[in-house]
Nanobody, 126 residues
Framework: QVQLVESGGGLVQAGGSLRLSCAASGRTFSSYVMGWFRQAPGKERDFVAAISRSVGNTYYAYADSVKGRVTISRNNAKNTVYLQMNSLKPEDTAVYYC?????????????????WGHGTQVTVSS
């Protein structure tokens, strides 16, 4: 059974920074694409960022809404993926989820991901 546990959310003022973490267990972590998604009340779960499995080159994908402000990274020795968020805006307020993909593509579609964490709340005040 794959388990994903997010942490690092909280309340920050606009312009501030947060680093979210997602600790994974249950499968060979380095072999899987990891993604971050977010969901605000009444809205769809939206793609934020993804990082490729750790074979050959490393590839990254970012939503246009966060590109330049967000960096996804992974530490395979710690079975952890990170989302560094800077210059946060009130519209970034959402529950943030990490997810694991069984295929190699950096999918932006929530339905393509097999396992999900419980989510961590990020609230950005204006």
């Amino acid at each position: 059974q794959v388990q994903l546990v997010e942490s690092g959310g909280g309340l920050v003022q606009a312009g501030g920074s947060l680093r979210l973490s997602c600790a994974a267990s249950g499968r060979t972590f380095s072999s899987y694409v990891m993604g971050w998604f977010r969901q605000a009340p009444g809205k769809e779960r939206d793609f934020v960022a993804a990082i490729s499995r750790s074979v050959g080159n490393t590839y990254y994908a970012y939503a246009d809404s966060v590109k330049g402000r967000v960096t996804i990274s992974r530490n395979n020795a710690k079975n952890t993926v990170y989302l560094q968020m800077n210059s946060l805006k009130p519209e970034d307020t959402a529950v943030y989820y990490c997810a694991q993909h069984s295929r190699a593509s950096l999918s932006r579609e929530p339905h393509d991901y097999d396992y999900w964490g419980h989510g961590t709340q990020v609230t950005v005040s204006s």
